[in-house]
């Protein structure tokens, strides 16, 4: 682990966006409940800032910053989505984006606020070294000492991460969840329940990792994509 890695330029974060992109729904948010508020809305704030195709409104309400964003198409504003945060309690921070319903089909404009708001959630982690750029995150996991390649590894950290045995299915193109499922218990009695856990156990388990879980910020007005 390095605790002198500096964070890096607004430059080197526009570069992290594409290959990053993915893993929005997994990118962990250490630290961020010990910052201000303030600093987190600064910080997100400017990482919208840093994209110019789109346009953004910004409201604090109570506890809660709204970010509404638009992106100007034919010289007309449109409407796409928002993204939201605030801090649950003292240790725990929600954090959540979405597409209104008339563009959730629209793969082109999902990028765009996907991206939007992912650099914004990076711009966090950088201005502040939290999140990914938090030292602990670079600790090797009890997964990333298995003798096993990057994808089982890849794998594992998903499941831990709360992906359903579909998800996985899909995204590491196994026949069926139930390939998933015999394939996940052959790993954990190989290499054990501290490395595997199963479903019931996995918030548990992040909590032992002293990673934060995700507060469901569902309720509000847009089709919610939950940070988990």
Do not use: C
């Not at 195709?53 to 449109?78: A, G, P």
């Not at 939201?84 to 921070?93: A, E, G, H, L, N």
């Not at 502040?128 to 997964?143: L, M, R, S, T």
């Amino acid at each position: 682990m390095d605790n002198n890695k500096k964070a890096p330029s607004n430059a080197q974060l526009e570069q992290l966006v594409p290959s990053t992109a993915v893993e929005f729904y997994t990118s962990s948010r250490m630290g961020w409940a010990e910052l201000d508020d303030e600093l987190i809305d600064s910080s997100i704030t400017a990482g919208l800032l840093m994209n110019q195709l789109i346009v953004f409104e910004r409201q604090h309400i109570k506890d809660v910053y709204h970010w509404t964003i638009y992106v100007d198409e034919l010289r007309k504003e449109s409407h796409i989505g928002t993204l939201t945060y605030r801090q649950v309690d003292k240790k725990s921070v929600a954090l959540a984006y979405g597409i209104v319903p008339d563009h959730y089909n629209n793969k082109e404009l999902m990028m765009v606020l996907r991206d939007a708001v992912i650099t914004a959630k990076l711009k966090v982690d950088a201005d502040h070294k939290v999140g990914i750029f938090h030292p602990y995150e670079y600790e090797a996991k009890p997964w990333d000492k298995i003798d096993a390649d990057a994808k089982i590894k890849r794998l594992i950290h998903d499941w831990v991460f709360g992906h359903s045995m579909q998800e996985l299915a899909k995204k590491y193109a196994y026949a069926s969840k139930d390939v998933v499922k015999s394939r996940l218990s052959t790993l954990r009695k190989r290499y054990g329940e501290h490395v595997v856990p199963k479903a019931k156990n996995r918030v548990n388990y992040l909590s032992h990792l002293e990673y934060q879980t995700t507060v469901d910020m569902s309720g509000s007005p847009d089709k919610l994509i939950i940070d988990r």
